[in-house]
């Protein structure tokens, strides 16, 4: 399993900070690659509004958009109460046997519990660390994300964990 | 969140945060207010850059209050009514941060009174006795922060200063209404040309 690309939103919808992990694929079309994150963010949005009507009104804890699976990756989301989406997106290593669904299946929900509290990680200690804290970060065109160090400590966090290729 | 679970909350969370000099920090403010003294002329002027520098504190503080409070463990649900929110922010959030709580008064559906009896901002202050500084909110700071956080919730409002222990009174009392709920939207890059 191979961690693809980290994605971090904001409540309007811009992207904070996008970094790719796997070689190859899209060019980097800047152009391409903001449309691509416009539907990224649009499809957790309406994932989120759709989970909040359906769900039932007594508090449950971790009550929003896990994750999004396909046969070719899943799409892990870590949404926080200011609106800061968390979206990581994995592709499966071994391609899908028929014979092995269940086991493919227990192995998924422990694979996606350990991003999900990876994920909260990257937010609690690495995102309110390096980023909120930092004095130079404002959110504006000139003082953002790249001129924390935030990217260093991600990759230096990501390369420590064992799922991450 | 029941009320005691938030002010269990909040002296937990107190516990955990790194602590600095209270002198110090009252010091600084000091600093701060006065350097503002000296670069503007109307009280107005002042009020209103403590309160916008207290907006941009507010803002950061909402997302380490959230992570803070994920990490100990603690389940911050989303408020159902104005009146949560008042207590998270009184007992959790304001004792997370200064130390001192605060207790809500006059709570309505749009509206709370904060009461707070002890300043830590104002540690060693005393104000002139010339009327012109009648209209200085000396820790103004409070609303911006207050307005900031919330913000960052969904929820607009306005915050004054109505009673301050520095100008006589025996309580530092911050109302706060709330003008709008503000809806998850997309933002400017989506919206059709």
Redesign the interface.
């Given at each position: 399993m191979a961690v693809h690309s980290l994605h971090i939103f904001d409540?309007?919808?811009?992207t904070l900070f996008t970094k790719r992990y796997a070689p190859g694929g899209d060019n980097d079309d800047k152009h391409q690659l903001s449309e691509q994150l416009?539907l990224v963010?649009?499809m957790l949005?309406s994932l989120r509004e759709t989970c909040t009507s359906l769900a039932p009104e007594t508090?449950i804890?971790d009550a929003g958009l896990h994750s999004v699976s396909t046969g070719a990756g899943t799409l892990h989301n870590y949404e926080?109460?200011?609106?800061?989406r968390f979206a990581l997106y994995t592709t499966s290593s071994s391609s899908s046997s028929r014979s092995g669904g269940n086991n493919n299946n227990n192995n998924g929900k422990q694979q996606g519990a350990a991003i999900r509290t990876s994920l909260?990680f990257i937010?609690?200690?690495l995102?309110?660390e390096y980023v909120?804290?930092s004095p130079i970060f404002n959110n504006s065109k000139t003082m953002d994300v790249s001129s924390t160090n935030f990217e260093q400590k991600l990759d230096a966090y990501l390369k420590s964990k064992t799922w991450f290729k | 969140m029941s009320k005691s679970n938030a002010a269990a909350n909040g002296h937990s969370l107190w516990q955990k945060m790194p602590k600095a000099n209270a002198e110090l920090f009252a010091l600084t403010y000091g600093t701060l207010v006065t350097e503002l003294v000296r670069d503007y002329e109307s009280t107005e002027d002042i009020n209103e850059q403590l309160e916008k520098m207290g907006y941009s504190i507010g803002v950061r503080c909402v997302d380490e209050f959230l992570a803070k409070a994920d990490q100990a463990g603690m389940v911050i649900p989303p408020c159902r009514a104005f009146g949560e929110t008042a207590e998270v922010l009184a007992k959790t959030g304001l004792r997370m941060f200064l130390g001192v709580s605060a207790e809500v008064q006059m709570l309505s559906d749009s509206s709370f009174s904060l009461l707070i009896y002890e300043n830590p901002l104002s540690l060693f202050v005393e104000l002139p006795s010339d009327p012109k500084w009648k209209n200085l909110k000396y820790s103004n700071l409070y609303c911006g922060i207050l307005r900031g956080s919330l913000e960052q919730v969904n929820l607009r409002v306005e915050c004054k200063f109505v009673k301050d222990v520095l100008q006589g009174d025996d309580v530092n009392e911050i109302r706060v209404e709330l003008k709008e709920v503000l809806v998850d939207g997309a933002g400017e890059e989506y919206q059709e040309e």
């Open positions: 409540r309007k919808g811009k416009k963010f649009g949005f508090e804890k926080t109460l200011s609106g800061l909260r937010y609690t200690n995102w309110v909120i804290r | -």
